[in-house]
């Protein structure tokens, strides 16, 4: 039995969700760690941070998810590939409210700590803007 080219392309994706986690996390964690508390700087590599954990859990559910979908098998590989589709663009448009919310945090944010986290969202929302509309419209092909 060969594995669906979808779930191969998922996979894919998922892991370059993770790598991008993954620096981002190590990336911020360092930095933050040497800025001084309360910070611009501070703000900004801490929200990078904590997006990274939060899509570093999502990447690795999803992983397993396919991995385990690769040894049971799907039904329909076009019915997965449409299912991957909504899913990207429903989060297209979720990432581009989080770059407007962190437009006004830096637009309206009264202390650098606020504009901090508000860039640290652009930049985050930015990437997964571009990677998930990169993806949609490749739809879901290897």
Do not use: C
């Not at 992983?63 to 590989?77: F, H, M, P, Q, S």
């Not at 429903?90 to 901090?116: C, E, H, K, R």
Request: hydrophobic share 50%.
């Amino acid at each position: 039995m060969s594995t669906p080219n979808i779930l191969i392309y998922q996979q894919k994706m998922l892991f370059q969700l993770s790598v991008w986690s993954l620096l981002n996390l190590f990336t911020g964690g360092v930095v933050l760690a040497i800025s001084r508390s309360g910070s611009f700087w501070s703000a900004f590599w801490g929200m990078n941070a904590a997006w990274s954990l939060v899509n570093l859990v999502i990447a690795s559910f999803g992983l397993y998810g396919v991995t385990k979908k690769i040894r049971v098998g799907i039904a329909n590989e076009e019915h997965e590939r449409l299912h991957l589709l909504r899913l990207l663009k429903l989060n297209t448009f979720l990432d581009v409210g989080y770059v407007a919310v962190g437009i006004g945090m830096v637009v309206w944010g009264s202390i650098p700590l606020l504009q901090g986290f508000g860039l640290g969202i652009i930049v985050q929302g930015g990437f997964l803007t571009l990677f998930d509309l990169w993806h949609y419209r490749r739809g879901g092909s290897v």
